[in-house]
Structure formats: structure tokens, C-alpha cells
């Protein structure tokens, strides 16, 4: 079970959706994660949104006109993006088994997003065979974007992988470090409690 299933109960989707649409009502950006990725590659790019959610950002980057795919878990997040986007590809499928080839898609992703705590959420022990499994899925010089948290003021449990054991992940599985910073504004990486990654394979 991962991490994510042991906190919420697979339960979630309404209220994680909830608290997204309260935020965008208050005025806040919810489309930061979208934004950069959008400054990564152009429109028309294939992106995969591994750990999708209720679909956020890979809604908001299809209608910024990328070609995108969402791969999740949970069914009640799930429920919630193909309600709001019913003609985009949601598949339900652990990232830790994930392949493109069995639900029709070509491994030729332009760029993967893990955006939201995924890899802290992983079942413990998954993450170095769900990096292999994502970096399979993208094209020669293709991207790999994750964002998450390294201590508890930015997580929901207890900080799991660490930068460096992600960075050898991905070392591991192809993939090789560009650039890192703090938020999803491109703020620049000093070291603190959260990291936005870009890999290239």
C-alpha cells in the first residue's frame, strides 16, 4: 500500500478537489506546476502526468494545447478529472507497474510530471522502479519534472526520499540532473524543504 493509500484511504478526490477550487476562488495561482512545464516545451508536446490526481495540471496544460496523458492511483481522485475533462486519456494504474505499450500509448513522451508529493507518496521501497519505469516512457532528450517535499513542514507524512537518493534514481535509470529549484515559480534551489527536479533523458 502506498503512502498515499495509508493517508487518505483512497477516499480523497472530492475534498482534495474542493480545496484546489477554494484556493482558485480566493484568488491564488493554482496553475503553477502547469506554467512550468509549459516553459519546458512547446505546445503539441506529448506529456504524461504521472500521479495525476483529480487533474489540475494536466487539464490546465491541455488546454495550453499539449498532448497529455494522466496515469494515477487512486480512483476517487481519478472520478474527479474525468468528470471535469471526460475526453482526456485517464488510465488507473500504479506508477511502480506502469508500461505505455498495454494501454496503447508509444514510449515517446516528451515530458513526464510528477507534480503534488508523488514520489514521497510512493509505497516505500517503489521509488527507484517507478523512475526506471517513467524515464522508459520518455523519448531520447525527453524531460522528467517532479516536484516534492524533503521535510515534514511540506509533507503530509514523514520525509521519505531524499534529493540525493532520487538523484541517484534517476542516474540510475538514464536520466541526468539539469536544473533544480525551489518552487514551481522557478525560484532558485537553496537548500530548503522542497525541490522542484529537471532530469533529462
Known sequence: MSRWQELTGGMSGQGYAARFAA????????????????????AGAQVLDAGCGTGRVMIRLAELGYECVGVDLDAS???????QAPGLPWFQVDLAEF???????????DLVVAAGNVFPLLAAGTEATVVKRLAAALRPGGLMVAGFGLDEAHLPVPP????????????????????????????PYDGGGYAVSVHRR
Do not use: N
Not at 481522485?77 to 468528470?83: D, I, N, P, S, T
Not at 508500461?99 to 513522451?109: Q, T
Open 160 to 187: 521519505g526520499i531524499t534529493l540525493p537518493e532520487y538523484d541517484e534514481c534517476c542516474a540510475a535509470a538514464g536520466l541526468t540532473l539539469v536544473d533544480r529549484f525551489a518552487t514551481w515559480d522557478a525560484a
Open 77 to 83: 481522485m481519478l472520478a474527479v478529472a474525468q468528470e
Open 23 to 42: 484556493l482558485a476562488r480566493s484568488g491564488k495561482d493554482v496553475h503553477g506546476e502547469a506554467r512550468f512545464c509549459a516553459a519546458l516545451v512547446p
Open 99 to 109: 508500461e505505455p505499450a498495454p494501454l496503447g500509448l508509444a514510449a515517446d513522451f
